[in-house]
């Protein structure tokens, strides 16, 4: 079992950064691939990022490739996603998930889940 909190939401103009950071429990923690995905009002969850147990794969959607970066730190048991030049469109509640598996760009393949936190670009 897997627990999962986010934090580092919040608001911010167009262009701006943020760092969310995702801390999950437990001893087995680093042994999961995780995941971000985020979810606007009236769409789907969609995904983000992932990365692989020891941080050396990530994924990205097309969408934030070269704005957004995942990384690790296993000894913190803590997941990042660093958002640079953040646009209107990046608004949404960002979840961090993990997988009993591999990496995937599919929220089905992930089996836990973190409460989220609100990320809010102005124009």
């Known amino acids: 079992q897997v627990q999962l909190v986010e934090s580092g939401g919040g608001l911010v103009q167009a262009g701006g950064s943020l760092r969310l950071s995702c801390a999950g429990s437990?001893?087995?923690?680093?042994?999961?691939?995780l995941g971000w995905f985020r979810q606007a009002p009236g769409k789907e969850r969609e995904f983000v990022a992932a990365?692989?147990?020891?941080?050396?794969?990530?994924y990205y959607a097309d969408s934030v490739k070269g704005r957004f970066t995942i990384s690790r730190d296993n000894a913190k048991n803590t997941v990042y996603l660093q958002m640079n030049s953040l646009k209107p469109e990046d608004t949404a509640v960002y979840y961090c998930?993990?997988?009993?598996?591999?990496?995937?760009?599919?929220?089905?393949?992930?089996?836990?889940w973190g409460q989220g936190t609100q990320v809010t670009v102005s124009p």
């Open positions: 990365i692989n147990w020891s941080g050396g794969s990530t």
């Open positions: 998930a993990a997988s009993r598996t591999a990496p995937s760009r599919s929220l089905h393949d992930y089996d836990y």
């Open positions: 437990g001893r087995t923690f680093i042994t999961y691939p």
